[in-house]
Structure formats: structure tokens, C-alpha cells
């Protein structure tokens, strides 16, 4: 090593290795160090181990540290973190073995070839020994993120799979997660343990911002468990294993929750199952998962063509179909005039067809489809006839049944105005059979207006579904802000927190690029009503609040120690007849569109995780 770096008072120190100028020298010193540091008991150890994590972060795909033997390092130390408790409570050893997992999951993350090279250096049945909780939660959830990264990759899935207790332990970790964080560190502010709460908060102490972190590690526990799970889900062999009806029954809970919204969580883990016809008949068994699959294919959420998908697969397989059609066919003919949703191209024309098969191909008996469902998809056919006949009518005669179509809305919005909302909405179903089904303006308004008359006559089924057809024809898709508000109003009557919380989020979102005086002001951009809404939401969908109320300990979200008892006086929420009222008190009405004809390019830029994200921030400050 050179003069310039002999009076650092670290003997063998990483650092000073780094700034070798020689490339040679420097490489063959990094090869040494990976070598003896494990067997070395010197005090500041864990700085070279920050150091190095720092590196993996940042330069994933750099080959340099793989080559000069990074993985056995890591292995080694996290080794001797779990052999020698007299090292690991040194000095700030304990931190050594949280590091050298995250080192590994960060190579592995992108490269199959790094991921090859780590499993021959022997570093699964290290993270295993983590992932069985010999440590804490804190080393459980970077061993499971590593574990996942090698799990992606079809070169080092079965060195994964060859484990079978991993299959165990990540279920078992995915179903636990959230109560073990919440009674081991959330629950009790005076037990948490220092090096957990540093790791948390990287130096930038608080008990509420140690609580916030919590539940983002908590919830990245959760779905990179699910992860890992899905890496062998994709094998049929381990489906059967899977598909245990306890597990798949939670499994639509696993939400990952605002925090880590960037995770399909359950929901692709259901796809994933769906898409096999062995995991299909386990899911269409579970009534529960059926309910959340409509829920969330009908919901503004980024995974909504998961729980889609999920519903055509059932829908298509014989042996599945006369399960789910009750539940399913309703959902599906509400999404039917959506066109495109992500990747996903016509996809109203894929439900459209789908449909048509499963009636097409029911018989009579047990299996048959019910009268009920058979009616709407047969309504549902009979529109998209409608369509093909409209082009090639006149345009006059378009214009007059739109003019017909809107002189009857008119006489809805009167009927509404003078209380009479049973009529109001026979009037705006009236005005929806003369509108042309390519006046897509017109007939979003039209169906919000009804979604409004359903919430007042207490009927929270059917304005989810008229304010979900309103989301599916407009453009673009799930951002008619009205209709939002309707159905977060409507998923509020019936107790759906999460699915309510995320369409007050997206119109809080619209009402931030709105022009619309009744929706924005100069003032206060979030209005108060919504504001109140969500912050109920975020209380009800609250991560922890299924382990706190088993452990009989509700907390109030981001308020660790401070009980709020399990009865809440709801009395300062808005119900959904009061929320969204005019100055006659009833809920107010869509008159046209014209408020809408906004830059909706400039719209589509602002993606739903930085929505998530600002809204968090503004609750919370």
C-alpha cells in the first residue's frame, strides 16, 4: 500500500484500498481484504460493511466486487454473525449480518450471472438461516429479498427450490409479517431495539418517523415474501402446496399498502395462480377471493388488469366457470367499454367476447348460468349491436337522439332537484337507451348522475358499478374525477377502506388539475370533504390494524403508544348523501363535461405513485 495512506490508524482498512491508484495493486488488495475480513475481530468493521452496501446500491451491475469473491465475504460474515453471539454484540457488529444479506440481494438483482456465481458461493443456506428468523425481522426481510432476486432467474431457481422449507418460510413469513413487526417493534416503543430503529431512519431519529418506516418494512416483508413465493408459483409442481385454502383466502389483504404501492402483493400472486389451470380450481372454491377479485377489477388500482385477467381465465376454463359467473359476469360487463388499460390493447373487446363464450357455451342444470347473468351479458351484447347500428346512421338522426337523449336528462336533473330521486334516475337510464353509444361524454355524465341517485337511495352496488362504467368510457381511463368521489362514497358505505381510499386519492388527484370551481379553489387545492375521507380511510386500511385488534392494542395510524380504543366515533365523516351536496342538499350533479376539457396528456404524466405519494405527505404535515 502506498506511503500516502500509512497513517491511517485502520490497519488493513477497506477504504484506503479503494483509493489504490494502481489497478493491479488495487484489485489483488480487495482480493485479500474479501478474504481475511471475516476472520478478523477489529473494532469499525462494520464501516467497510456500510461501505460496501452503499456500493451494491448503487452500482448493481458492476462485475469488479463479484469477481474478487464479494458473495463468499458476505457469507462468511453472516456465518459468523449467527455462530459467535460474543462478535456480533461488539461494537456495532450486529449490524454486519443485515448489510452482507442486502450486499448479496443487490448483485443479484439484475444479473442471472451474478445470481449463478452467488449461489456457488454458497450463500442460500446462509439467507435461509436468516429467513427462519434466527436473527430479527430485519435480517428475515433482506434474506427474503435476496432469496427472490435468485428465485427470478431460471438458471438459479431450482438451486432455490431444491430447499423446500424456503416455499414454507416465505408463506409463513408473508401470512406473519405485519404481527411480528407490529409486536416486536411498532407495539412497544421502549422495547424496540436501537440498531433496528437506526437502520430505520438512517440516523434522523423520532418515534413517529421509526413508527412510518415500520410499516414500509413492513410491508416490503410482506409482498417480497409474496415475491419469492411467486417465483414458485410459476412451476406447477408447487402449486398444490400454494394453493392452501387458508393462505389464498388472505391473500387478496396483502395489498402492500400506499407505501409500497409499486407491488402487485397478492394480487400477482393470484394472476400468477390463475394462470395455471391446477390453481384455478383451489381460487374459484374461495368465495372471499372471488368478492376481492371483482372489487379490485372494478377499482382505479394500478393492478386492476391482474384481478381482470384473474376473472377471464375462470370465466374461460369448463371446469371453473359455473363457479364464478355470478360474481364475475357482473363485474365484467360493468368494465366491458374499457379500451385500454396498461399494456393491455381493446380490452373491453377481450372481456366482450369472453362473455359471449360463457353463455354461448352454458347448458342446463347445476352448471348453467344464472337467468340474471345471462340477462345482463345478453344487454350488454345487445349495446355493442347498437354500436355497429349507429354507424351507419345519418348523422341527423344521431343528433336527434342525442338531442332527445338530452332533453330527458334535463327532466332527470329536474326530477333530482325536487327530491324525486327514484324518478331522477329512471330518467337518466331513459336518456343512456337514446344517447349514441359513441357520445362517450355524454354518457359518462349520464351514468355519474345515476351513480349519484344510487348513493341517496342507499343502493351502493349500483353506483359502483354506473360510476365504474362512467371510469371505463372516459378518456382517459379512471380519471373522471366525479365519479370517483361517487364510488369512494359508495366503497365507504359497504366498508371497502382500501378500494375507497384509493378513488378519494386519484380525485383528490383530479381535483389538484381541475379548473373546476366546485372541485378546487386557489386556497386549498384538496377539498375538505375528501381530505376527511381519505384520512378516515388510511385509518381503516391501516397496515397493522388486523394484528393490533387481534392483540386487542388499536392504535391510531402513525401514532405509536398513543390507544385510541377500538370504538371510534365516526360522527365527524361525511355520509355519502352529505359528502357531495349542492345548495339544495342533495347531491350535486354532473351537467356537461365542459369542465373536464383539460390538457389530459399533461394528466397522464403524473403517475398514481408520486399521486400517492404528495397526498401522504399532505395528510401527514
Not at 409463513?172 to 433496528?196: C, G, K, P
Request: hydrophobic content about 40%; proline content about 4%.
Amino acid at each position: 500500500m502506498d506511503n500516502a495512506f500509512s497513517d491511517c490508524p485502520y490497519p488493513r482498512c477497506f477504504f484506503c484500498v479503494m483509493k489504490e491508484v494502481n489497478p493491479s495493486k488495487r484489485r489483488a488488495s480487495i482480493l485479500k481484504f474479501f478474504r481475511e475480513f471475516p476472520s478478523q475481530d477489529d473494532d469499525g468493521q462494520v464501516l467497510p460493511i456500510s461501505g460496501l452496501w452503499n456500493t451494491a446500491m448503487a452500482h448493481p451491475n458492476d462485475p469488479e466486487f463479484i469477481e474478487l469473491g464479494i458473495f463468499e465475504c458476505m457469507v462468511a460474515l453472516i456465518w459468523k454473525g449467527l455462530k459467535n453471539r460474543r462478535w456480533l454484540s461488539h461494537d456495532q457488529n450486529i449490524y454486519i449480518p443485515y448489510y452482507a444479506a442486502h450486499i448479496i440481494g443487490s448483485y443479484t438483482m439484475n444479473m442471472e450471472e451474478f445470481a449463478e456465481m452467488a449461489v456457488n458461493a454458497g450463500v442460500i443456506p446462509a439467507l435461509v438461516e436468516l429467513l427462519r428468523g434466527r436473527l430479527t425481522w430485519v435480517e428475515q426481510r433482506v434474506a427474503v429479498r435476496a432469496l427472490g432476486h435468485l428465485a427470478t432467474y431460471a438458471g438459479t431457481l431450482p438451486a432455490v427450490a431444491s430447499l423446500g422449507e424456503i416455499l414454507v418460510l416465505s408463506m409463513q413469513l408473508a401470512t406473519s409479517s405485519l404481527e411480528i413487526v407490529y409486536t416486536n417493534f411498532y407495539q412497544y416503543v421502549d422495547r424496540r431495539l436501537s440498531y433496528h430503529c437506526d437502520l430505520l431512519t438512517r440516523g434522523m431519529g423520532g418515534v413517529e418517523m421509526e413508527s412510518r418506516k415500520a410499516e414500509e418494512w413492513a410491508s416490503q416483508l410482506q409482498c417480497w415474501s409474496l415475491q419469492l413465493i411467486n417465483c414458485f408459483a410459476f412451476k406447477p409442481e408447487f402449486l398444490p402446496s400454494i394453493c392452501n385454502p387458508d393462505f389464498l383466502e388472505k391473500l387478496p389483504e396483502m395489498w402492500g399498502g400506499i407505501v409500497n404501492e409499486n407491488s402487485p402483493a397478492g394480487i400477482g400472486l393470484l394472476r400468477t395462480i390463475c394462470s395455471h389451470k391446477i390453481g384455478r380450481g383451489p381460487v374459484a372454491s374461495c368465495p372471499g377471493i372471488l368478492d376481492a377479485l371483482c372489487n379490485i377489477a372494478r377499482s382505479s388500482d394500478d393492478w386492476q388488469y391482474m384481478a381482470i385477467d384473474c376473472l377471464l381465465w375462470l370465466l374461460q376454463d369448463p371446469s371453473t366457470c359455473h363457479k364464478v359467473t355470478d360474481k364475475a359476469v357482473p363485474a365484467l360487463v360493468d368494465l366491458a367499454d374499457i379500451s385500454t388499460l396498461g399494456d393491455h390493447k381493446k380490452l373491453g373487446d377481450s372481456i366482450v367476447n369472453v362473455l359471449q363464450e360463457c353463455i354461448q357455451s352454458q347448458g342446463t342444470g347445476r352448471n348453467s348460468i344464472s337467468i340474471r347473468a345471462k340477462e345482463e351479458v345478453e344487454e350488454l351484447l345487445t349495446s355493442r349491436q347498437r354500436f355497429k347500428w349507429e354507424k351507419n346512421m345519418l348523422k341527423e338522426d344521431l343528433h336527434i337522439k342525442q338531442a332527445a337523449a338530452l332533453v330527458v336528462k334535463l327532466e332527470g336533473n329536474s326530477l333530482f332537484s325536487s327530491g324525486d330521486i327514484s324518478g331522477a334516475a329512471s330518467k337518466y337510464s331513459e336518456a343512456l337507451s337514446l344517447c349514441p353509444m359513441r357520445s362517450k361524454k355524454e354518457r359518462v355524465v349520464l351514468y355519474s348522475n345515476r351513480a349519484q341517485c344510487h348513493l341517496l337511495l342507499q343502493k351502493p352496488w349500483g353506483a359502483i358499478s354506473d360510476a365504474t362504467r362512467a371510469l371505463c368510457i372516459h378518456h382517459p381511463v379512471n380519471r373522471h374525477a366525479k365519479s370517483l368521489w361517487r364510488r369512494a362514497q359508495a366503497y365507504d358505505m359497504l366498508g371497502l377502506a382500501k378500494e375507497s381510499l384509493l378513488d378519494a386519492i386519484l380525485f383528490i388527484n383530479e381535483c389538484s388539475l381541475s379548473t373546476d370551481p366546485d372541485l378546487s379553489s386557489k386556497q386549498n387545492k384538496v377539498p375538505d370533504y375528501a381530505e376527511r375521507l381519505v384520512k378516515k380511510q388510511m385509518r381503516a386500511a391501516w397496515l397493522f390494524k388486523e394484528a393490533a385488534t387481534k392483540l386487542g392494542d388499536v392504535h391510531c395510524e402513525g401514532d405509536a403508544g398513543d390507544k385510541c380504543g377500538q370504538d371510534i366515533d365516526d360522527s365527524e365523516w361525511e355520509t355519502a348523501s352529505e359528502s357531495d351536496v349542492g345548495n339544495d342538499g342533495r347531491g350535486g350533479l354532473d351537467d356537461d363535461d365542459s369542465e373536464w376539457k383539460n390538457d389530459f396528456e399533461r394528466k397522464d404524466k403524473q403517475s398514481k405513485a408520486s399521486t400517492k405519494g404528495t397526498m401522504l405527505q399532505y395528510l401527514c404535515s
